[in-house]
């Protein structure tokens, strides 16, 4: 299947085309894209459009699956996803308002069915994702515990340490690591669904949609 990803390095896209492979159960082929160079909130809330646009007439693509990390900003919620409930301060929900915008706005592609449009987002970061399987309190709800007491349980650079063994892994290992995690949560989507039911789960939904 022709899908291009986005995620806020090559090595997390790398990581999150094997997870969304595993999800969809068919080989993805990446397709590139030129629309995001510049990585990191709030330049990809920007540049979300002009891909989105791109891709649609562009190129072949049949999907785009994008993962942003929610770092310090709010985290998504099942309530959200309510009718008119979208939060303006929440990633998931303001990228999820930009592709409904573009996608009631673009014409129909001659030899194509609609882009297949798939959103998530990592609380804090994708590492969180990677480290499940290993850290047990590494989660969503772990996550949402600490800051409703006033206090971020872990940091990026925490998991950074615990998944590579530093806080600062070359891209190199970044990507040997993050494909291997990776390959091991493809075997088992269900436990990375149920410690992140919201960010992750709202990427599985889109995916399984996409059948
Ligand atoms: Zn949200």
């Known amino acids: 299947m022709r899908v291009a990803l986005y995620a806020e390095s090559s090595a997390d896209e790398a990581a999150l085309g094997i997870i969304s ?20 909130w709030p330049a990809v809330r920007t540049a979300l459009r002009s891909i989105l646009l791109e891709l649609h007439y562009h190129t ?5 699956v994008f993962i942003v990390d929610s770092n310090g900003s709010t985290p998504h919620l099942p309530a959200h996803n309510l009718a008119d409930a979208h939060d303006p301060t929440c990633r998931l929900c303001e ?20 882009l297949k449009i798939a959103l998530g987002t990592a609380v804090p970061a994708i590492e969180a994702w990677l480290l499940c399987g290993m850290n047990h309190q590494v989660s969503e709800a772990t996550w949402l515990n600490g800051i409703r007491q006033g206090q971020i349980p872990y940091s990026r650079p925490d998991l950074k340490n615990q998944l590579y063994g530093t ?18 949560l493809a ?11 919201n960010g992750f789960g709202a990427l599985h939904a889109d995916l399984m949609n996409w059948k």
């Not at 075997?187 to 039911?197: D, G, I, S």
Request: glycine share 6%; proline share 9%.
């Open 21 to 40: 492979e595993a999800v969809l159960g068919v080989a993805i082929e990446p397709v590139g894209h030129a629309g995001l160079r510049h990585r990191g």
């Open 60 to 64: 072949d693509a049949e999907g785009f």
């Open 95 to 114: 990228l999820r308002q930009i592709a409904l915008a573009v996608q009631r706005q673009v014409r129909p592609r001659p030899h194509l069915p609609p």
């Open 167 to 184: 806080t600062r892994p070359s891209l190199a290992v970044e990507t040997e690591v993050m494909t291997q995690r990776a390959s091991h």
């Open 187 to 197: 075997a088992n989507l269900q436990n990375l669904r149920a410690q992140f039911p």
